[in-house]
């Protein structure tokens, strides 16, 4: 097993922990942000461990993850005189983590928060490294600041009330850490696919990965740039089928989708091999869904990428494989090859 920051807890005791922690004198109020979901399937097992606290509910969904909604959790603080002695508990999917962090992250220039991420997507991914946003104008985490929480509290329990379309969704950020850094995970952990029974030692193994990464480069300099390989092309789907009304997409699913269009594009710059992009492929159709669009939309999708965070100007930085387990960041490419990894996904 690869170390852990010791700031992140996994296991069934974790909430224990957690109580632990907020019993603490230095806190002085505690606030628990949970959305529409989380508040009737993880509340009721969190709460129980918790001291006296203000609940604060947002609604479930990608389209509420706004400043709309920050005012409510920035409102309900500034209502109960939250001071800088206060701590927000996250309790819920990378909505809440993400949104609830950043809310924590700007409350007076900055208050503590803690992780309880209930999504498998939150536990291996989104609860961990410091990124924290929204989405603004239709793009991805737009507005955010790096903030580390004070703690992440992982309990695999909350996995079971979870269906399996969220559960596969969370399972892409998996596969995306084994390709970035674990052709040995890929291949030999691929073939359970997500009928996975206990997720605690994947959970375990993928934290550790992105830990590794993101202590190398917190603020996203240069190496945790391979933590971004499927989004470009992926948050560019995101986007655009987030604001066509019916045709929603989970992150995940845009990740699965943008991993094998940028894996395709690491075969075309001579990094990969077209058997490993098979296999990529064919492992990733296992799991996920085609996502649905047709050519003709391949240019506005593509123009989505434009936004991306990693670009310097107007160059469009991806990150690609060097073989399978490995990863390379800033890798130039143009909008036209976007767009025609945008087609050669539509045509398998
Ligand atoms: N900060 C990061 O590093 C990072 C990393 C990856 C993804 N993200 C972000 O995370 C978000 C996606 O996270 P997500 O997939 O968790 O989505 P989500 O937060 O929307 O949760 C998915 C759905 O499951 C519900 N839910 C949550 N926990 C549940 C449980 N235990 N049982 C039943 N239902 C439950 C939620 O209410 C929601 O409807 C995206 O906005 C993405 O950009 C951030
Ligand atoms: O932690 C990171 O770094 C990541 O890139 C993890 C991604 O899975 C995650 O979706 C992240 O929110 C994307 O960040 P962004 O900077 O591309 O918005
Ligand atoms: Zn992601």
Redo the contacts with the bound molecule.
Sequence with gaps: MKNLNSAVVIGPQSLTELAQMLQSKAVSQVFVVV????VR??YPILEPVLPAHTLIEIP???EY?TLASCDMVWSQLTEKSADRYAVVVNL???????LGGFCAATYKRGIRFIQVP??L??QV??SV?G??GVDFQGF??QIGVFQEPAAVFIAPQ??H??DDR?LK??YA?VVKHWLIADAEAFATQRQEGVLVTDWSPIIQDSVATKQQIVEADPLESGLRKVLNFGHTVGHALESYLLLQSGREI???EAVAAGMICESWLSVQKGLLSETELDRIETFLFSVFEKVQFVTLETDAIAQLALQDKKNSGSTINCTLLQGIGKAVYDQPVTLAEIAESLRYYHRL
Excluded: R
């Design positions: 959305d529409s979901n989380t399937h993880c479930a969904g990608e993850k819920g999917g990378g909505v809440v983590t993400d209930t999504t997507l939150a991914d989104a490294g990124k924290t991805k985490n909350f996995l009330t979870l969220q969704s969370g950020e989970l992150h995940g």
